[in-house]
């Protein structure tokens, strides 16, 4: 069994400033790692993902994840963002083989407000 | 350019009514996958589908059911719709069903049950 926590269900910054999304996960199993963004009326896409190697992984507009085995943690981090990237963050997971199939276990979602 | 289309944004049903939600993939995908999502609880995995006519209970299929005819098309089915199913359903499919698949979603449908 897999599960994923979000600390934090609201993380409200002002913009240009620094941030951080929490996520940590729970797994019997080796696992991939995603971030997932979801625009005001839209659909999710992908931010970025994990899937071996260097533990730092970039992503799209400007977002990196750092991967922490040690922790099971898996930390979005932007170094200054914009007020478009107000949107609502999932982190996700999947185990390796087994009987995750194409099975992703995502997280409660936290909602990033980029303030002016 | 990858799309996955719900064809409605916005519905509003009765309780007890039968209510269809349908997405269509046009990436040639293998699989598909209903989730629902509601706030604080994230999205979680109703049904999916690794080839036509074939289809996997996800985590919450209670109350659910689901079509897959032709390769492009996954349809979740309400059989009678109840107020607790009231909430946004998020069609995805994606061409590997092995653990590094991208999922490709659609912008959703928010299904009011009254």
């Known amino acids: 069994a897999q599960s994923v926590t979000q600390l934090d269900s609201q993380v409200p910054v002002f913009e240009e400033a620094p941030v951080e999304l929490r996520c940590n996960y729970s797994s019997s199993v080796s696992v991939y790692l995603f971030w997932y963004v979801q625009y005001p009326n839209q659909g999710l896409q992908l931010l970025l993902k994990?899937?071996?190697?260097?533990?730092l992984v970039k992503g799209i507009n400007g977002f990196e994840a750092e991967f922490n085995k040690s922790q099971t943690s898996f930390h979005l981090r932007k170094p200054s963002v914009h007020i478009s990237d107000t949107a609502e963050y999932f982190c996700a997971v999947r185990g390796f083989g087994g009987t995750s199939y194409g099975k992703l276990t995502f997280g409660q979602g936290t909602i990033l407000t980029v303030h002016p | 350019d990858v799309k996955v289309t719900q064809s409605s944004r916005y519905l509003v049903k009765r309780t007890g009514e039968k209510v269809f939600l349908e997405c269509v993939q046009d990436m040639d995908h293998e699989n598909m996958f209903w989730y629902r999502q509601d706030p604080g609880l994230g999205l979680r995995l109703i049904y999916f589908?690794?080839?036509?006519?074939?289809?996997e209970k996800g985590d919450i299929p209670e109350g659910y059911s689901v079509s897959r005819e032709k390769k492009e098309r996954f349809s979740l089915i309400l059989e009678s719709a109840s107020t607790n199913q009231t909430s946004m359903y998020l069609c995805?499919?994606?061409?590997?069903?092995?653990?590094?698949?991208?999922?490709?979603f659609g912008e959703g449908s928010r299904l009011t049950v009254l």
């Open positions: 994990y899937l071996s190697g260097s533990t």
């Open positions: 589908s690794y080839d036509v006519k074939m289809k």
């Open positions: 995805a499919s994606s061409l590997y069903l092995g653990n590094t698949g991208e999922l490709f």
